[in-house]
């Protein structure tokens, strides 16, 4: 199994599919220990101000494209999009990651994502507002695209700081980062959600672009000032890397036994996820004012803050396969009783225990990759997981944005559906949308059975204990 002329080891004695025992390898030189602690923390805290802002004009447009269309297809497309765009520059992404040092990477990301939200500021100024929300019209999908393209951009950096856990973090500590990155990101979560229902309903969508421009250009400054020990990587003179990688992304995960069945089944829990992504908010929004639900769920997503304080304490144990399976049982479980009857306080604490759990299965993905997978590899690897496990999601948004507009609203609200499935939803407005996220979460409960009693999985739980970590420092 051999890779392009990137320069990785590729046959010599670290190469994937030469030993399973040095899996992630860390380039000479690079000793996990107190400094590079410091300066994971130093990125973290800069990676803390960057995701506030990306999330609090990501949930804004959400909000403020649903109250001024009164479109469950447009917020459905609009979140499609954004997990397609992820999806297609994934692969892309990781091979820039593994081709070039990762704090030039997380400066490059953030420097787009100034300019796409500075070029949205300008469309703003410049289109009248009756414009601006004719979401039949190309404005609208202009507006929203360039705050879009600033969002996906995001998802480089987040790959980066996936392979600078492995290069900063001792090997023993990793899950824990791991939770500290999902404390993190549910901090950024909680702040943004609440603060972006009140900045549209309250300041409007030009005060809200100017405030997400001027941190984004402080997230950016302070990036500068950061300095990652890190080496750049090697490549073999005049040979040009592949800008879409996707044999090395190939050949690092079928090196390891069972990485690729865990990967298909992120893929499908994924096609079962666009029916969230669609239908949350649209939900919420039948249940709560846009103020209200932007506070509600700032107050569930405290849940991504337990759910990351919990492994950075705790760590997930010698077998976090198993932790990530057990977790997606719980979430499939969510999926069916949280909206079965169209009560607030059920809804809301339904979204509490499912951001509780979600670090933690971000995190046991995470550390299996990162240990498995070696080091002048991950990028590419992260990245691919990446696209194949959200490529799902924009299919079931774009699927069940119009079945839910057009078809199971409005049947539910005929005598003939409340006939047929009243006894299973109750009463109330939303009584569609609730019906596909019962019917999703029972497909996701099969699915994690299934998955647990395979194979690939007993295969991937050994490889992960035989996989021998780097010298700790």
């Known amino acids: ?142 507006f929203a695209g360039v705050i879009l393209l600033g969002g996906v951009v995001e998802s480089l950096r987040n790959i980066a700081l996936s392979t600078t856990v492995t290069l900063l973090v001792p090997d023993g500590q990793r899950d824990k980062a791991n939770g500290q990155v999902g404390t993190v990101q549910g901090i950024a979560f909680m702040i943004t959600s609440v603060f972006s229902g009140l900045s549209i309903g309250l300041l409007g969508m030009g005060w809200t672009l100017g405030l997400a421009i001027g941190l984004t250009a402080l997230a950016l400054g302070h990036l500068l000032t950061i300095t990652i020990p890190e080496q750049r990587p090697p490549r073999d003179e005049g040979a040009r890397p592949p800008a879409f990688d996707i044999r090395g992304a190939i050949g690092a995960i079928r090196a390891v036994p069972g990485l690729g069945a865990l990967i298909l089944f992120s893929c499908f829990n994924n096609l079962v996820g666009g029916v969230y992504m669609a239908l949350m908010d649209p939900y919420g929004l039948t249940l709560f004012s846009v103020e209200s639900w932007g506070i509600v769920l700032g107050v569930t997503s405290f849940g991504f803050v337990l759910g990351g304080l919990w492994v950075a304490r705790f760590g997930l144990g010698e077998k976090p396969l198993r932790s990530l399976m057990l977790v997606n049982v719980v979430v499939a479980l969510i999926g069916i009783f949280f909206t079965v009857r169209e009560v607030w306080w059920v809804y809301a604490g339904g979204i509490l225990l499912f951001m509780c759990v979600i670090p933690i299965a971000e995190a046991a993905e995470q550390t ?12 590419r690897v992260f990245g691919f997981a990446q696209s194949v496990e959200v490529a799902a999601s924009p299919v079931s948004a774009f699927l069940i944005g119009p079945i839910a507009q ?30 596909v996220f019962i019917a999703s979460g029972l497909l996701m409960l099969v699915a994690v059975a299934v998955a647990m009693i395979s194979p690939p999985y007993r295969v991937l739980s050994r490889s992960y204990q035989q996989a021998e970590p780097p010298p700790a420092s």
């Open 368 to 379: 299996i990759l990162q240990r498995v997978v070696p080091f002048a590899k991950q990028g």
């Open 1 to 142: 199994m051999t890779e392009g002329p990137e320069g990785s080891p590729a046959d010599g004695p670290d190469a994937p599919g030469h030993s399973e025992h040095h899996a992630a390898r860390l380039p000479p030189g690079i000793t996990p220990g107190p400094q590079t602690l410091r300066a994971f923390r130093a990125v973290l805290a800069n990676t803390l101000v960057a995701n506030v802002t990306t999330s609090y004009l990501w949930f804004a447009l959400t909000f403020w494209a649903y109250l001024e269309t009164k479109s469950v297809l447009a917020t459905s497309i609009l979140g499609g999009s954004y997990m397609l765009l992820i999806a297609v520059g994934g692969i892309f992404f990781g091979t820039l990651v593994d081709h070039h040092r990762k704090h030039a990477v997380m400066v490059a990301s953030s420097a787009i994502t100034l300019v796409m939200f500075m070029l949205a500021g300008a469309l703003y100024l410049l289109f009248p507002t009756q414009r601006l929300v004719d979401w039949n019209g190309p404005v609208f999908w202009a």
């Open 406 to 435: 057009y078809g199971l609203i409005p049947y539910m609200k005929t005598a003939e559906g409340q006939e047929r499935f009243g006894w299973l939803v109750g009463a109330g407005q939303a009584r569609g949308i609730a019906l």
